[in-house]
């Protein structure tokens, strides 16, 4: 059983350009939640996505949009990349109270 | 504001030492409380976790977690660390109504000497 998988590991994009992160959950998980962790930070909560919906935000601006697709797969959407967006974006996948976590996506803007 | 603190940042023991590890939260209602690990070049994950009844918890690897309601805290403790407890450990909390939102602490890095 596969557990949850991100892509791509490893990204490298300039200000202002736009990225796309990839996220499979684990079998049988219907809710994904979206977290930044920034280089000696805890994870911080970006959003949770359940039944194709947005079900709460953190406290990100709209240049953090995400979906759900009905396979319960998600991606996160970063616009107008700043500086300060470089970090590791964690995906993880629940289906009660226990979530399951990725291996992140390592985005880096220069 | 909702919020969860670790007290220790950097934490370096021997062998065979004992270990605790503070957190703290915020907040004085129900509560979902966590531990995660994250070993070096390896995602996060679940060390134990409380949701209700007894407030000591034990966890993977013989680490074990109390719930103290009235200090709001969740320490971690081992009685005897390896050196492959070498990692960083982080405490997260779900608030009442949080739908599965963890607020993570800062994390604390342990190195453990051989």
């Known amino acids: 059983d596969a557990g949850v998988t991100q892509s791509p590991t490893h990204l490298i994009k300039t200000r202002g350009q736009q990225v796309t992160l990839r996220c499979s959950p684990k079998?049988?998980?219907?809710?994904v939640s979206w977290y930044q962790q920034a280089l000696g930070q805890g994870p911080q909560f970006i959003f949770q996505y359940y039944e194709e919906e947005e079900r709460q935000r953190g406290n990100f601006p709209d240049r953090f949009s995400g979906h759900q697709f009905p396979n319960y797969s998600s991606e996160l959407n970063v616009n107008a990349l700043l500086l300060g967006d470089s970090a590791l974006y964690l995906c993880a996948s629940s289906l009660q109270r226990e979530q399951f976590f990725g291996p992140g996506t390592r985005l880096t803007v220069l | 504001a909702q919020s969860v603190s670790q007290h220790n940042h950097h934490v370096i023991l021997s062998e065979a030492a004992s270990l605790e590890l503070g957190c703290n939260y915020s907040y004085g209602g129900t509560v979902n409380l966590f531990w995660y690990v994250q070993y070096p070049g390896q995602h996060l994950q679940l060390l134990l976790k409380?949701?209700?009844?007894?407030?000591l918890v034990k966890g993977i690897k013989g680490f074990e977690a109390e719930f103290i309601k009235s200090k709001f805290s969740f320490n971690l403790r081992k009685p005897s660390v390896q050196w492959s407890d070498t990692a960083e450990y982080f405490c997260?909390?779900?608030?009442?109504?949080?739908?599965?939102?963890?607020?993570f602490g800062a994390g604390t890095r342990l190195a453990v000497h051989p």
């Open positions: 409380y949701f209700s009844g007894d407030p």
């Open positions: 079998s049988g998980h219907d809710t």
């Open positions: 997260a909390v779900v608030f009442s109504g949080g739908y599965n939102k963890l607020i």
